[in-house]
């Protein structure tokens, strides 16, 4: 069976590519895989150093488990994000008649997470994305992510703009 896999971040250009996607799978018979990467610098722990000369005896370790929790939360605020927006990708996706839908969410880099799931999965014929994500800027210019996604990909790739 063919795949199609469409790369989310969430935003607006990633949910009207949704519709592409699905356009397109129901013309090609093909499964759509959903991919949301978290960002791997939003799971970055916070360096501490040593503090313990700087504000007391006692009160590093203090720091330290506060760090430690804050990051916890962060991660689990992130889970809760990836798993909503995935979720909607679903929704929309089988709204539109779509039967096979494939979830997945991983933390790193995108180009690394594509990389990764083509060269496991060679059965990957399409790849689906925005043009832009977040980005404020949305000129003539298509922003960093796509274009590496475009250097790494020898896949057809369809933009949404």
Known sequence: ?????????????AEK???YCSWLAHRLSAEVSVL??????????????????SIGIGSSQDLLNKLVDLEHEKAKINNQRAKFI?????K????????AI??????????DC???????????HLLVMGAYGHSRIRHLVIGSTTAQML???DIPVLLYR
């Open 114 to 124: 594509f990389y990764e799931f083509y060269v496991d999965d060679h059965s990957i």
């Open 17 to 19: 590519s949704y519709y």
């Open 86 to 90: 995935l979720e909607k990708a679903e």
């Open 102 to 111: 494939n979830l997945i969410h991983k933390t790193g880099f995108l180009v």
């Open 36 to 53: 949301f990467v978290t960002d791997i610098h939003s799971q970055k722990v916070v360096s501490t150093g040593n503090l313990s000369g």
């Open 92 to 99: 929309i996706l089988s709204n539109t008649g779509l039967q």
């Open 1 to 13: 069976m063919k795949k199609t896999l469409v790369c989310t971040d969430g935003s607006s250009f």
């Open 151 to 153: 250097r790494a990909s």
